[in-house]
């Protein structure tokens, strides 16, 4: 398996907190995305970084932020939570940005009370 | 952006058959489409990655086409085993030159024994 873990696995919030979830790697991969996958929308792309201090915005952008200080970790951030954020969250990476495949962690499951 | 069409939402097939799995695209012709398979509770894993001149790749009892004239790509599993249930994604990129992959939703694959 490629190394890649996020944590944590599970959190239960309240709605108005702020959270933060961690993706790890040890790949040295350049390109790290952020999805969120709920039934009926299948995955979609959150936001994703091509290079330290380098991201971008996907499809469902809005209220969430990211960084990448380092090229192994890659934050994802909910400043204020709502329900309407309750899902699972895969970190992925890539060698190659879209030229390749990309590996999944194992997810991050969230709900937002 | 682009937008995917994975036809069935779920498919029953008897252990020992092919089983066929439809994905549809719009928009413009990527360069490469890919597939991945995904288990209850696990992130998706990378299975088969298939570029714009090839019409065909194999790997193992895994077959995919791609017919860009049709904008249309087809993956079957030979001699299907009930450990081959799972939920199946074909990913596009998002754009030419994009770094970011479009996912469907997804077919939900069942063998029967």
């Known amino acids: 398996d490629a190394g890649i873990t996020q944590s944590p696995r599970h959190k239960v919030t309240e709605t108005g907190t702020p959270v933060t979830l961690r993706c790890h790697q040890t790949?040295?991969?350049?390109?790290m995305y952020w999805y969120r996958q709920d039934p009926g929308h299948g995955l979609r792309l959150i936001h994703y970084?091509?290079?330290?201090?380098?991201?971008d915005k996907g499809e469902v952008s809005d209220g969430y932020s990211v960084s990448r200080s380092k090229t192994e970790d890659f934050l994802l951030t909910l400043e204020s939570a709502t329900s309407s954020q309750t899902s699972v969250y895969f970190c992925?990476?890539?060698?190659?940005?879209?030229?390749?495949?990309?590996?999944f962690g194992p997810g991050t499951r969230l709900t937002v009370l | 952006s682009q937008k995917i069409e994975q036809n069935s939402e779920a498919l029953n097939i008897q252990e020992g058959k092919t089983a066929t799995l439809t994905c549809n695209y719009t928009?413009?012709?990527?360069?490469?489409l890919q597939w991945y398979r995904q288990d209850p509770g696990r992130g998706p894993v990378f299975l088969l990655l298939?570029?714009?001149?090839?019409k065909e790749k194999r790997k193992e009892r895994l077959k995919v086409t791609f017919d860009t004239t049709l904008k249309q790509s087809l993956f079957h599993i030979t001699a299907s085993q009930p450990a081959d249930s799972a939920t199946y994604l074909c990913?596009?990129?998002?754009?030419?030159?994009?770094?970011?992959?479009?996912f469907g939703k997804g077919t939900k694959l069942s063998v029967i024994p």
């Open positions: 992925a990476i890539s060698a190659q940005g879209g030229r390749d495949e990309q590996f």
């Open positions: 790949e040295n991969h350049r390109y």
């Open positions: 970084s091509y290079g330290v201090k380098d991201t």
């Open positions: 928009n413009y012709s990527p360069a490469y």
């Open positions: 298939i570029r714009e001149n090839e």
């Open positions: 990913a596009l990129p998002s754009g030419a030159g994009s770094y970011q992959l479009t």
